[in-house]
């Protein structure tokens, strides 16, 4: 067969083979953009749910220790 494709000079075999092997390798390449995205925002998301709830545990602890100090010894200034 190749000695045939030379014989004619056909190259659209070997033209379309290499639009195949580029479109692939597009499909491939946007497959992997769009799974590293993907990643980025559900990294981005867990970092944004960890900051709101060590911010609510914090807040939690403070309001304790106001809510503690205030039962304790309520004529003292909270400041």
Request: net charge positive.
């Amino acid at each position: 067969m190749l000695q045939h494709l030379k014989e004619k000079k056909d190259v659209g075999f070997f033209t379309s083979v290499a639009g195949l092997m580029q479109q692939c390798w597009y499909e491939r390449l946007t497959k992997i953009v769009v799974a590293v995205v993907v990643v980025v925002v559900i990294i981005i998301i867990i970092i944004i749910m960890v900051t709101i709830t060590i911010t609510i545990t914090i807040m939690v602890i403070i309001m304790r220790a106001f809510i503690l100090r205030i039962i304790n010894n309520p004529l003292l200034p909270l400041l």
